[in-house]
């Protein structure tokens, strides 16, 4: 085309940008940055959500007090070992990222992030209330304990299982393709499906584990109302549900593995489990980064599973943080303390998004 | 050390056979190279000595042992690949020790050994990169250094050189050689380069099809090919062919006027056969004629003068030195007709 002509239609590349940009800016900025700024807004004022619905000017400033309500209480003292079992364990794990800085076997970044993780698992559970004190929600805490305990048992669930499912599936046989597909289409469920379905797997009448348990002379177990079994229900559904995605990641990370390496390996007496140790965990890592951090912003989120399984119960054991500030908006109508704990949630997530992005930066030095 | 056998040795893919029945004997500290077209099975040949690939029939021993049926890291080999396969995830140290930790060697010893080998092939200064901070060649000689580490009865060269640029590839070559010389052990060089072949071999061994077409040291290749296929594949430039054919015990080929007469008993009945002289064999005679002087080469050493046959065919004549020929002339070619040979086209088979 000639320069002439072309420069009456062109856009600088900038116009461009922004022109492209701006469909999205526009829905970004109205559905996601107004409503956040306007929850740490409302997380600052007394705001009940039907008294501010019908009167406008029913809200009043209170600061930083609903983050007080939520997260402080009366007499709060700290002790090293207040909650012993955590609190060595966090203690191990600094001693344990300083050592494997120091002996080259983790990176700084990975270091310090481990050290951090570790300075808050020793910091954090010595908060308690000394004598004639108590939480001012007793509910909080034990709420976000069960929501790490999920994500705890959850991500290394989805995790080993998925990338164990990869390694087996990972091939161009027929039955491998079918197995994948099979595997992959629970993820495509809503969580009402997941629930129901694994509603009826647990149910001690009908259900499929409580007809093995029977077959093999044991009384069923009643997974969804006992306490000790509720959180371990939840986390089987979810492993089950959200396994495909992180197989999916797995799989692409495994065909990144030239063929040659498994030659060379086998050259050198490396096969079969040895091989998976010594040639595809290391070259997975990066794959591993990113699922486990991609499912834990993911499972801080659980609020679905718990709802419609268990309610909650038995006891609050599987009570999450998304489903209490869904109950402290919308049953309670404290729409105030609910923004206060829903922030609390984004600073936690925001912490292992930044951990991501800077995960996949760093290089392999 | 030890020398590889191979015996009636068959490989196939479902129905498609790759590997004919091959009978092969390397002997003892042996640079042995197969060569050939690209899919002619010369990897694949290789592959199935170093148990990469199955085989299906016949018999492979390395020395007094019969290995047909054992993994590949208990046949005593090593193998440098065509794209090194190091371990990106470990350091050049690791890299090379590997295979020694991985049969319980004791961590001193391993050491030892990788820094042995190190230091034949001068990597001391890298032990501790990575793969990825590694330049092509420092690759290739972690590669190698692997490989000798293990300490292996047989060694075994897939295309090695093929991913260096060209003088780097010289400088292996060479490396390669004096390797060879230092250790003494048996090697298995695959290529489809023919100056590789030519230059490292004590013998080569060329493939078609999943068929050896000869055996041989690489001059004597050079001068006594059994076929056509191997007359054109060693050497470079590669060999003229001519068509002709023989009436009565005559031979007469259409783009030379007056028939050689060469120091051969022609077969009597009527044969179609293909003319071969070599490039360095032909010389230039600016006095005949005949002949379209299309192009010259002049590489300062020697020049390769592409010839044009009045019947369309076409040669290369490599003169010594700078030619003063130019473009177009009308030229005649000379040959010593010893120097000739003589291939049946229906079968390839050399006239003898």
Redesign the interface.
């Known amino acids: 085309m000639p320069q002439h002509q072309a420069k009456r239609l062109a856009l600088s590349q900038r116009q461009a940008a922004l022109i492209l940009l701006l469909p999205f800016m526009v829905v970004y900025g109205l559905f996601l940055v107004y409503p956040f700024f306007n929850g740490v807004w409302i997380s600052l004022h007394d705001w009940n959500l039907m008294a501010v619905a019908f009167n406008p000017d029913a809200k009043a400033f209170v600061g930083l007090q609903n983050y007080e309500r939520v997260m402080w209480g009366r007499n709060i003292t700290w002790g090293a070992f207040a909650s012993p079992a955590l609190q060595v364990i966090g203690l191990l794990g600094m001693l344990a990222s300083f050592l494997l800085y120091r002996s080259g076997r983790a990176g700084r970044v990975t270091a310090i992030a481990m050290g951090l993780a570790a300075l808050l698992l020793f910091v954090l559970p010595g908060f308690h209330p000394g004598e004639g004190g108590r939480w001012y929600d007793r509910r909080f805490w034990p709420t976000v304990g069960n929501t790490i305990l999920f994500v705890g048992l959850a991500v290394p669930g989805v995790t080993i299982t998925a990338m164990l499912l990869a390694a087996a599936l990972n091939g161009e046989t027929r039955a491998k393709a079918v197995l994948r597909t099979l595997f992959f289409l629970s993820q495509v469920l809503s969580v009402t499906v997941v629930t129901l379905i694994w509603q009826i797997m647990f149910s001690p009448r009908q259900g499929l584990l409580a007809n093995v348990t029977e077959l093999l002379g044991g009384s069923p177990i009643v997974w969804l109302t006992a306490e000790g079994f509720a959180m371990a229900a939840i986390v089987i559904a979810t492993i089950w549900w959200s396994l495909g995605i992180a197989m999916i990641l797995f799989l692409a990370g495994l065909q990144d593995i030239?063929q040659?390496?498994y030659?060379?390996g086998?050259?050198?007496?490396?096969?079969g489990a040895?091989a998976f140790w010594?040639?595809t965990l290391?070259?997975l890592?990066r794959t591993i980064t990113v699922v486990v951090v991609l499912q834990i912003i993911l499972h801080f989120q659980v609020f679905g599973q718990s709802h419609l399984m268990t309610n909650g119960g038995p006891n609050d054991t599987t009570q999450v943080l998304v489903r209490y500030i869904y109950q402290t908006a919308f049953r309670d109508s404290e729409l105030g303390r609910a923004s206060a704990m829903a922030v609390f949630l984004f600073v936690i997530m925001g912490a292992f998004s930044i951990l991501q992005f800077v995960l996949g930066r760093e290089k392999?030095? | 050390m030890s020398g590889v056998t191979l015996s009636n040795v068959t490989k196939k893919y479902g129905q498609v056979q790759v590997i004919h029945g091959l009978d092969l004997q390397i002997e003892d500290g042996e640079f042995c190279v197969f060569v050939g077209p690209s899919g002619c099975g010369k990897s694949t040949l290789m592959r199935m000595v170093a148990g990469l690939e199955e085989t299906t029939a016949g018999q492979i021993t390395i020395g007094a042992r019969d290995v047909t049926r054992l993994d590949p890291s208990q046949r005593g080999v090593a193998m440098v690949f065509q794209t090194y396969a190091l371990y990106p995830h470990m350091n050049v140290a690791e890299n090379m020790g590997f295979g020694l930790r991985m049969n319980g060697v004791p961590k001193d010893e391993i050491t030892a050994k990788v820094a042995e080998a190190a230091r034949i092939l001068k990597l001391e200064p890298l032990l501790d990169r990575k793969p990825k901070a590694l330049s092509g060649g420092q690759r290739q000689r972690v590669a190698i250094g692997r490989t000798i580490v293990r300490g292996p009865e047989v060694f075994l060269f897939d295309e090695p050189l093929s991913n260096l640029d060209a003088e780097l590839r010289v400088d292996m070559r060479v490396e390669i050689a004096t390797l060879h010389k230092q250790l003494g052990a048996t090697m298995i060089y695959v290529t489809h380069d023919q100056v590789e072949a030519m230059t490292l071999a004590d013998k080569i061994v060329v493939l078609r099809d999943g068929r050896i077409e000869q055996v041989g040291a690489p001059l004597d290749l050079y001068r006594d090919p059994d076929n056509r296929f191997v007359a054109g594949f060693i050497g470079s430039p590669a060999m003229n062919f001519l068509a002709g054919h023989i009436t009565d015990g005559q031979l007469s080929i259409p783009a030379l006027p007056d028939a050689p007469t060469l120091p051969l008993r022609l077969p009597t009945d009527r044969t179609k056969i293909d003319f071969g002289i070599r490039p360095e064999h032909l010389r230039i005679d600016p006095a005949g004629a005949g002949f379209r002087l299309h192009l010259v080469e002049k590489l300062g050493g020697t020049s390769y003068a592409h010839l044009h046959a009045p019947t369309g065919e076409r040669l290369i004549v490599a003169e010594d030195g700078e030619s003063d020929l130019s473009d177009d002339m009308d030229v005649g070619i000379t040959f010593d007709p010893k120097r000739a040979f003589l291939f049946d086209t229906k079968s390839g088979m050399r006239l003898r």
């Open positions: 030239s040659d390496l030659e060379a086998a050259l050198d007496n490396a096969t040895k010594y040639i290391p070259n890592k392999d030095e």
